[in-house]
């Protein structure tokens, strides 16, 4: 739930995901890549079962998650949950490495072409070159099949590994972890308010997440930063020489702060800036205006990232269904679910409400909005619900 300050959360770092057959060398791959023991070898296939994700910093990539999968082409007494795990890792992914041993199943071109529809970049690695009679043969065929090149390497050797860490720099998305928090809202020398409740939602001697980076992104950016609880608004107010440029609160407390706020001043939430950072702000707030057509015999999806026990007032369990059956009426459907328990099909739901997704990374929320868009299903998040039901969305500021 809480982060630190001195390492990159794990939503931010780029996710390289390692898929191939079962033994197919993807765990012998990674030990090379990392030069360290981070995943189990074995000559029994189907060593590794669920994905391992282990971060760790990379040259030339800095911070990444390097993604351990299970073979997709498991047929074990597990083998199908498993592949369901590797296909959620597929999701998480900002770049694939297929490590391919052979072609005789064409389950490594099925996996491209998903990955492709992703629009996810995609490295392949003969990892046996030096056993491999026809490795050659192998890769002219990849580049026949798909116009990929295959990086030919040897695992055990360690050759080739350097032209890994060189092909997987060329293909890390343009643009990747430059996006703002913040965006333009403020600039250098901007006074900032924050409002943050400490409640259990955030344990003595902790910030959730979103406040963390936020407060850093603003320290860096050169902005002057104030920090206070709800009860303590109007008193930092009033010791102000100026209105803040900008007041960033929990949306749980929008309508108080802009209540209370000076004419002068923006107002978002932490939620309503990590839907832009982490989604899809525009098609959250397009997909607001399906809570004005909500009736009691409605279904609406609640998709909480983090997977804590429910806890009293929690905004998803607690506060928002409250909200929804205040304004609907008691006859309305919440279900709400947790982590990556997120329904492939989504057509009986007539709205989701998706959280700030703080402990995601951007891909696989946009994967969810994709699937979401597809299925013709309205989707927004807690923030932006919220500043709709309190009828202050269109006065609020979008980074």
């Not at 806890?311 to 059956?325: F, M």
Request: hydrophobic share 40%; glycine share 6%; aromatic share 6%.
């Amino acid at each position: 739930m809480a982060g630190t300050l001195n390492e990159t959360p794990g939503s931010n770092r780029l996710h390289i995901g390692i898929f191939g057959k079962t033994n197919s060398g993807k765990s012998s791959f990674i030990n090379a890549f990392t030069k360290q023991e981070v995943s189990i070898v074995a000559d029994v296939a189907g060593t590794t079962t669920d994905p391992v994700y282990k971060p760790m910093e990379i040259y030339p990539l800095g911070p990444c998650v390097i993604i351990d999968t299970a073979g997709f082409d498991d047929e074990s007494a597990l083998g199908e949950r498993r592949v369901e795990k590797t296909r959620l890792a597929a999701e998480k992914t900002d770049i694939a490495v297929i490590l391919v041993s052979d072609l005789r199943q064409n389950v490594e071109l099925e996996w491209y072409r998903f990955f492709k529809e992703k629009n996810t970049p995609v490295l392949f690695v003969i990892s046996k070159a030096d056993v491999l009679a026809d490795a050659d043969v192998i890769a002219a065929e990849i580049r026949r099949e798909t116009g990929e090149d295959a990086l030919l390497i040897s695992a055990r050797t360690g050759e080739g590994m350097e032209r890994v860490r060189e092909a997987l720099a060329r293909l890390v998305p343009e643009n990747f972890g430059s996006r703002l928090i913040t965006g333009e809202l403020v600039s250098e020398n901007d006074l900032v308010l924050l409002v943050m409740p400490q409640d259990i939602q955030a344990p003595k001697g902790r910030l959730i997440l979103p406040q963390v980076q936020t407060l850093r992104e603003l320290l860096d950016k050169k902005c002057l930063v104030m920090s206070v609880t709800t009860d303590k608004l109007l008193s930092a107010l009033a010791a102000l020489k100026h209105p803040p440029k900008l007041i960033i609160t929990d949306s749980q407390v929008f309508g108080y702060v802009y209540e209370h706020k000076p004419k002068e001043s923006m107002l978002t939430s932490f939620s309503v800036l990590f839907a832009a950072y982490k989604g899809d702000l525009p098609y959250y707030v397009e997909g607001a205006a399906m809570l004005d057509a909500l009736t009691p015999q409605s279904r609406v999806l609640i998709a909480e990232c983090c997977t804590h026990a429910p806890l009293a007032e929690d905004i998803g369990r607690e506060k928002i269904p409250n909200l929804l059956r205040r304004r609907v009426g008691e006859g309305i459907t919440v279900e709400v679910v947790s982590g990556t328990d997120f329904p492939q099909d989504l057509s009986g739901y007539d709205l989701v409400i998706q959280c700030g997704a703080c402990m995601f990374n951007r891909k696989y929320v946009m994967s969810r909005i994709d699937r979401a868009r597809v299925q013709g299903v309205a989707m927004t998040n807690y923030g932006v619900a919220i500043a709709h039901l309190s009828g202050i969305l269109d006065k609020i500021s979008m980074p």
